[in-house]
Each structure stands twice: as structure tokens, then as C-alpha cells.
């Protein structure tokens, strides 16, 4: 499917049709990033349409379907370690960040009695076309590899194997976690 995940009506048109599911991966995200004295409305309003409310809105459709199956299902949505330390000219991308971890906790609550398992992957810069072309150049990587223990970033496959895990029955007692992806970022 195709589709503006900020465009409500067209999402519900679309996914609406598109089941039925048993898993969901919610990995659209926008990184608009801007000096938190310069963040623009607009750029605010696209992160929070993008990063929250389509995550939002998607699960809502998926988890309806999911509940009226009666089957039981797993939903993963790709967070950041941004979600959990301050990254300058991050202000809104770390806030949508947060905010989406705190909302699979509440999803994972409120679904789990629909036996609906809900997670987040959290991984650092991923080495995918777009963090090559943004983090191949040593002098900006540096610092962020100085600070991951295992010195390197993400593969897609690190991520992918990780969301494959959560999606799995391997993961039946995981709900509300984070799994850090992060090479231990956050430990350093």
C-alpha cells in the first residue's frame, strides 16, 4: 500500500481493506532536525503526524481487526535511542520518539488483554541508504561512534532480526519492553 500516513481517511480506507492481520511493523518515522530555538510548526506538525499519530492510527485499525479475528498478535514499532537521551537539534524528533515508546507501553496494556503483544525496537544510526549518505562522513560519526562500546552502527539486519524476535512466539512473555539496538549507547 501507498498512502500519506497523515491523510486519516485514506489510511483507514487502505488498511482497512488490507487485512486480515496477525503482526504489524510501524517503522515509518521523518527526522526534521532542527536547534530547538528554530524548530518550525511545521516541521513539528509532520513529525507528530508521521512519528505518533500514524502509529497511532495504523494499530488502532490493525488491533481493531486483530480483536474482531480473535486471533492473537504482535505489534512492533520502530522507536530510536533518541526516544531515551537528548541529541542536539533533535528537540522534536527525541520528544516524537519518547512519546512513541510511552504509547506502545500504554498499547501493550490495553491490548494485551486481546492477547496483542506490543514493543518498540530502539536502535542507533542505521547503516540503511539514507544513514550512509548522513553518517558516512567520519568527522560527523565520530563523535557517535566514540560513544557506542561496540564502535560501529547498525546493520538493517541488527534491526530486522530484532523485530523478527518480538514478532515471534520466541517473545510470547514480551510486552511494553524496549530492545535496545544501540551497539550500548546508552551505557556509555
Known sequence: LCVDLADWEAVEAAVGAA?????LVNNAAVAELQPFLEVTRSALQRSLDVNFGAVLHVSQIV?????AQGVPGAIVNVSSQASKRALRDHAVYCSTKSALDMLSKVMAMELGPHKIRVNTVNPTVVMTDMGRINWSDPQKSAAMINRIPLGKFAEVDDVVNSILFLLSDKSAMTTGSS??????????
Open 19 to 23: 487485512g486480515p492481520f496477525e503482526l
Open 179 to 188: 530492545l535496545m539496538i544501540d551497539g550500548g549507547f546508552l551505557v556509555s
Open 63 to 67: 488491533a481493531r481487526q486483530m480483536i
